[in-house]
């Protein structure tokens, strides 16, 4: 079955360095989704990418879908506490009874030191 | 996002105890889903439902049911509950692709 496997499991920085997490299907995606789930908290939808080779950014935040389309990153640059999570990616099932499905990643727990 | 709710937040019970998870939505979707998270693990699904009389499997379904009973409302059973269904209890819900998740129950099997 699919499989969405994320990278790195666990980061910690110091606050202000950038943070990378990286996120691989073993399936092409129509989409990619991003959500971060805080300390105590339930996950919050961040954003979807859907073209090949599409960037989107939000603030500090820079999300990239791979031109395969299998594959997709989130960068922050200069993190905050404000920052700290867990960042999952998620990828739909395709087509048939399947549709309306995601698979997430094990996520990136990202801890931030102040 | 109080426009999906979850019932009890925790619970701590007792191995071999019925146990019942509530989920409320106001979005008016009509795709709910259930989860659960393990740390390490990520969230699995477990049930979902794309409508009142849709019910389907997730992919760690062994051990639980769930019941639709309307639109709004969608229930997570565990029949018998063993310790190693201790664990961390997402409802979600969407209307398409986007997931929108309740608050959670933290559940615990003695």
């Known amino acids: 079955g699919q499989q969405v496997m994320q990278i790195p499991q666990y980061q910690h920085v110091q606050e202000g360095e950038d943070f990378t997490t990286y996120c691989n299907s073993s399936?092409?995606?129509?989409?990619i989704q991003w959500y971060k789930q805080r300390p105590g908290g339930h996950p919050v939808f961040l954003i979807q990418?859907?073209?090949?080779?599409e960037v989107k950014k939000q603030k500090r935040l820079t999300f990239q879908f791979g031109e395969a389309k299998k594959n997709s990153s989130l960068h922050i640059t200069a993190t905050q506490t404000t920052d700290v999570g867990t960042y999952f990616c998620a990828g739909p099932h395709a087509g048939g009874t399947s549709y309306g499905k995601l698979t997430f990643g094990q996520g990136t727990i990202l801890t931030v030191h102040p | 996002d109080a426009d999906v709710t979850q019932t009890p937040r925790n619970r701590i019970t007792k191995t071999g105890k019925r146990i019942m998870l509530e989920c409320s939505q106001t979005?008016?979707?009509?795709?709910m889903y259930w989860y659960r998270q393990d740390p390490g693990l990520g969230l699995r699904l477990i049930y979902y439902s794309f409508d009142v009389k849709d019910i389907n499997k997730g992919e760690i379904s062994d051990g639980y049911s769930v019941s639709r009973q309307a639109q709004a409302k969608f229930s997570l059973s565990l029949e018998s509950a063993i310790p190693n269904q201790t664990a961390l209890y997402f409802c979600?819900?969407?209307?398409?692709?986007?997931?929108?998740f309740g608050p959670g129950t933290r559940l615990t099997v003695l």
């Open positions: 979005k008016g979707h009509d795709r």
């Open positions: 990418l859907v073209k090949s080779g």
């Open positions: 979600a819900t969407s209307k398409t692709n986007t997931q929108y």
């Open positions: 399936t092409t995606l129509s989409n």
